[in-house]
């Protein structure tokens, strides 16, 4: 599911909707795609009052809903995922304070920034679930375990130990949890 991002488009949408049901504090309609997208899709369009006029947007769903409602209803559900998501990500990979003054350096920034995500992620889930750092977000993460000072012992191309300094907090459940991702458990 996907909200489009024309206005123009919705307007247009919204002339074609024979239909409008009412959902809370808004108007649900649909309407036949006005693209051909390869696969079955399902066009929603909201009408809403601000400042005394309608205004319109529109959604794309592949989810075969029973009703525009429901529909609406798993759009506005998934909403604050998202944002928690972004703003963890934000915070914990430090995105608000760097910039690339060239086109390409912020592309190629960006893409290091969700390899970056992708690897914490895998982190988390094959090394913390399970263990007291669970609760911790990309933030702390980085901040609190990533950051400790240690080395990582290897003979034969294979993690032998993990030594970590051991006056930091964390630090002999991190080796567990380090030695546990290391080994690919």
């Not at 024979?18 to 390869?38: F, Q, S």
Request: hydrophobic share 40%.
């Amino acid at each position: 599911m996907a909200k489009g991002i024309s206005n123009r488009r919705a307007e247009a949408l919204a002339k074609q909707v024979t239909r409008w049901d009412a959902y809370e504090d808004v108007w649900l309609g649909e309407v036949e795609p006005p693209i051909d997208y390869g696969r079955a899709v399902r066009v929603f369009v909201k009408r809403r009052l601000k400042d005394g006029a309608f205004v319109h947007s529109y959604y794309i769903s592949t989810l075969a809903l029973p009703s525009k409602g429901l529909f609406m209803a798993q759009y506005d559900a998934r909403g604050g995922a998202e944002v928690e998501q972004f703003r963890s990500d934000k915070s914990g990979l430090n995105l608000e304070a760097r910039r690339k003054h060239s086109f390409l350096g912020q592309k190629g920034y960006i893409l290091l920034t969700d390899l970056a995500h992708n690897l914490l992620s895998d982190f988390y889930f094959r090394a913390l679930v399970g263990t007291q750092f669970e609760g911790f977000g990309p933030k702390r993460i980085v901040r609190d375990l990533l950051k400790m000072p240690g080395r990582l012992i290897f003979a034969d191309g294979r993690l032998i130990r993990v030594e970590l300094l051991s006056l930091k907090q964390f630090s002999g459940d991190l080796a567990i949890c380090l030695e546990r991702y290391c080994s690919g458990g």
